[in-house]
């Protein structure tokens, strides 16, 4: 790997990563519907910036924009709601971490979906180990824990929301042409209205005009939501999914460093063995079970191309000029999985 694709993996972990940073921090002055709508609106603002000076154009299809509105509602206005109100009384290294079992929950709804037809032994290891993070990092055994239980059950309910919103967006959005910056800011754009809906109703909280809060509002929306899109995009596009997606173990330990260090967060043997597990898992969860051998068949004469250079039909992808497809990996992770463009996100 290039020293400029490990500069921008570095720089996105730290940007995904410090996520639960800023949330903590914005969470001073502001509740966390003020904090969610208004990262929304400058995400919104700053990829569909991007996305029109490409030239491209929302879609328009009725029932493209009904799927784009249950994935801004699965994978941004529910689950950024459920951290924010979670970090009131939890660790931001504690959400980054049950943020990260994410996966888990994206295979799960993958099954029920229909998308995904095989586990395999590692990827159901993998969905066990991932959930054993979560009890580890919990620690409900224990009296003197630093951990909030209420807050872990708002950063797993997150993590359930945001985790199937990437097998909704495979199974309904995938596929049908739409401009990634468009997905993307349309998503952000939906759930910002979702969120100024529920303001009326448990957001109407006094402003504490802090100074570290606004900055970090900004930092968290302009640059965690806005250009890390773009920053996953080039990834994507330069290095290959396959590199994108270690940004899903990188950004776990980031949090986990950044709320330590920055946060005074504690570090006990619970939270760093939740963590490794939270790790292990994501990796488990990537393998794709083997496909069955197929039965073998008589051989075929290779047939001539025809006079117009054309391919009849049955041939390889490759043979008519097309490029064979890669595997992406698993979605996980900030938002919005690393590995694949979307507006979900931690």
Same mark, same amino acid.
């Given at each position: ?9 570095a720089v996105?972990?730290l ?7 800023w ?6 002055g !502001? ?7 208004v ?11 991007? @996305?029109?000076a490409?030239?491209?154009?929302l879609p ?11 994935a801004?509602l ?5 689950p950024w709601l459920?951290?924010?109100e979670?970090?009131r ?11 990260? #079992?994410?996966?888990?929950?994206? /295979? @799960?709804?993958?099954v029920?979906?229909g #998308?995904?037809k095989?586990l ?11 959930l054993l ?10 009296? *003197? ?7 872990v ?5 997150g993590?359930?929301?945001f985790?199937?919103s !990437?097998?909704?967006?495979?199974? !309904?959005?995938t ?8 997905l993307v800011?349309g ?6 209205v ?10 109407l909280?006094?402003?504490?005009w ?9 930092? /968290? @929306?302009?640059?965690?939501?806005? !250009? ?9 596009g ?5 590199a994108?997606?270690t940004?899903i173990y990188?950004?776990t ?13 504690? /570090?006990g043997w619970?939270? /760093?063995?939740?963590?490794?597990a939270?790790?292990?898992a994501? *990796?488990l969860?990537?393998r794709?079970p ?8 008589p051989?075929?004469p ?7 250079g054309t391919v009849?039909?049955?041939?390889p992808?490759?043979?008519? *000029? ?5 595997d ?6 900030p938002?919005a999985?690393?590995?694949? #463009?979307?507006?979900?996100?931690n």
């Amino acid at each position: 790997m290039s020293k400029a694709a490990i500069g921008r993996l570095a720089v996105l972990s730290l940007l995904w990563g410090s996520v639960f940073l800023w949330i903590k921090i914005s969470g001073y002055g !502001f509740s966390p519907v003020e904090m969610v709508f208004v990262r929304l609106v400058l995400g919104a603002a700053v990829i569909l910036s991007i @996305g029109y000076a490409k030239g491209q154009k929302l879609p328009r299809d009725r029932t493209v924009l009904g799927h784009m509105a249950v994935a801004a509602l699965l994978g941004n206005a529910v689950p950024w709601l459920l951290f924010a109100e979670g970090e009131r009384t939890g660790s931001s290294n504690i959400a980054g971490i049950v943020s990260g #079992t994410g996966p888990v929950w994206t /295979l @799960g709804a993958a099954v029920l979906l229909g #998308t995904e037809k095989r586990l395999g032994a590692a990827r159901i290891w993998g969905m066990v180990v991932g959930l054993l993070g979560v009890v580890l990092v919990a620690a409900p055994w224990s009296d *003197g824990t630093h951990v909030s239980t209420t807050s872990v059950i708002y950063f797993a309910l997150g993590a359930v929301s945001f985790g199937s919103s !990437f097998a909704y967006v495979g199974r !309904f959005l995938t596929g049908r042409g739409i401009p990634v910056f468009m997905l993307v800011g349309g998503q952000l754009a939906m759930a910002a209205v979702m969120t100024l809906v529920a303001v009326p109703f448990i957001g109407l909280e006094p402003v504490e005009w802090r100074t570290d809060s606004v900055i970090a509002l900004v930092i /968290l @929306g302009v640059m965690c939501t806005g !250009f890390a899109v773009l920053l996953n995009t080039i990834i994507i596009g330069k290095d290959g999914p396959a590199a994108a997606a270690t940004v899903i173990y990188l950004m776990t330990v980031v949090s986990v460093v950044l709320g330590a260090v920055f946060l005074d967060e504690p /570090l006990g043997w619970t939270v /760093l063995l939740g963590t490794v597990a939270v790790l292990v898992a994501t *990796g488990l969860l990537r393998r794709k079970p083997a496909e069955p051998a197929a039965p073998a068949t008589p051989a075929e004469p290779a047939k001539e191309p025809a006079a117009d250079g054309t391919v009849e039909a049955g041939a390889p992808a490759e043979a008519a *000029g097309a490029a064979p497809e890669r595997d992406a990996p698993d979605a996980g992770a900030p938002a919005a999985a690393p590995a694949r #463009t979307s507006a979900a996100g931690n």
